[in-house]
């Protein structure tokens, strides 16, 4: 063990977005602090300013990495490695968390390790599995062993990304192979997307999410073709966001609701911190139908295209992360079309569903384990891929 660590303490790294976030985990798995920097700055934009962003994630940076030390009751020269975001992502937004990174391993003397967003969002859920009692150490042993299963099917469905890949462990390393992607938008962009095109704010998932309780989700027939760009021997199970979009501007359109919109918009520009009843208040029985419909057709594609692969692969367990697995009716249809087919279903703790730093450190965790380091050429990999 190297001099002042020896404890299995992971610093943990996220800047690849919007959210500049410093967390400290042991041995992969207990999450002693998770400290995360929402940058509010974007949400009069609709949507996240690149350049606005990289100069957030320089503000907040040492301030959330100083934070997490102390909440975790631990100083610098305790941590272990320090685990960074290599990509996806923007590039100016990762560039910062990886220069403080390399800098920050370099003058502790600590190794630096390079982790996929991605390999993160799925890693939020299976560190909750893995929160036993026993010692870091016995932990390695545990997931060398295969403690957590065979081949999982892991759903990262985020405001970028809406993924499926096969995850397995192998000798102490997880490995995953790509078996669906979106062909356009990402889930959550579409919740973000279709916020803004009835006034509300971003980001819009959450704000759907609430509104959806108070509408009828089969008032608009919303449809999705299936797509499937795999062969018969190679099969992929592929999204696609964008015509659902489309299909909810139009109907605001034929169904002359663009000034409720614009009235909608402006009011809530109005309000500071706009409550759910602030914002229900503003919206009329024919919008919240709407909302309810957009959310039943997202939530149901979703879990049709999911359970599809899952019997493909032969998968038995899901794992569903990313900031849309914090949706309510999303978790809620899982687990029943799970339960039906006696699959198990998995989702992060609310906290952890959206970026953090601690997913990041328990990514880095195996990674730790087996030595696999990133040297000092380390650099932002804005389209970087996951299998
Ligand atoms: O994982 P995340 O924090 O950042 C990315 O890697 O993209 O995900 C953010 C996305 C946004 O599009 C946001 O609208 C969506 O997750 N989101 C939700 C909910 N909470 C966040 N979508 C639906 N329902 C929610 N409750
Ligand atoms: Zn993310």
């Known amino acids: 063990m190297r001099e002042g660590g020896g404890y299995g303490l992971i610093l943990g790294i996220e800047s690849s977005c919007d959210e500049t ?15 995360v920097a929402s940058q509010l700055v974007h949400a009069s934009y609709g949507g996240v300013v690149p350049e606005l962003a990289s100069r957030e994630h320089l503000r907040n940076i040492v301030p959330a990495v100083r934070e997490s030390l102390k909440v975790a009751g631990v100083e610098a020269k305790d941590i272990d490695a320090v685990a960074v975001t290599a990509g996806p992502g923007l590039a100016g937004a990762l560039l910062v968390g990886i220069s403080f990174a390399k800098a920050y391993a370099y003058a502790l003397g600590k190794p630096l390790i390079a982790v996929n967003h991605l390999e993160g969002h799925i890693h939020a859920v299976l560190m909750e599995q893995q929160q036993v009692s026993e010692s870091a ?22 405001g970028g ?29 579409a919740y973000d997307k279709v916020a803004k095109l009835l006034g509300l704010g971003y980001p819009g998932g959450p704000w759907i999410d609430w509104l959806s309780a108070f509408g009828n989700a089969k008032a608009v027939p919303f449809r999705f073709v299936e797509i499937n760009r795999g062969t018969v021997d190679e099969p992929s199970f592929d999204f696609s966001f964008s015509g659902i979009k489309t299909a909810v501007l139009r109907y605001i359109e034929t169904h002359g609701m663009k000034a409720a919109v614009e009235e909608r918009r402006k009011a809530l520009e109005a309000i500071a911190s706009p409550t759910l009843d602030d914002v229900k208040a503003l919206c009329d029985a024919e919008t919240l139908d709407l909302i309810a419909s957009f959310q039943a057709a997202v939530v149901g594609n979703l879990i049709r295209q999911t359970m599809a692969a899952a019997a493909h692969f032969g998968a038995t367990r899901i ?19 799970a339960g039906k087919r006696g699959l198990m279903v998995r989702f992060p703790a609310m906290a952890m569903s959206t970026d953090n730093a601690a997913m990041i450190a328990a990514a880095a965790w195996p990674k730790f384990v087996q030595g696999e380091f990133a040297g000092a050429a380390l650099n932002a990999t804005p389209q970087l891929r996951l299998g």
């Open 21 to 35: 976030s410093a967390a400290v985990v042991r041995g992969g798995a207990e999450v002693l602090a998770n400290v």
């Open 137 to 158: 150490s016995q932990r390695v042993s545990e997931r060398g062993g295969d403690a957590v299963g065979g081949a999982t099917l892991a759903l990262v469905v985020s």
């Open 161 to 189: 990304h809406t993924h499926l890949y096969l995850a397995s462990l192998e000798d102490g390393v997880w490995r995953y192979r790509n078996v669906g992607r979106t062909v356009d938008d990402a889930a959550g962009e």
């Open 319 to 337: 794992v569903v992360s990313g900031g849309v697995a914090a949706n309510k009716e999303l978790r809620e249809r899982f687990d029943v079309e």
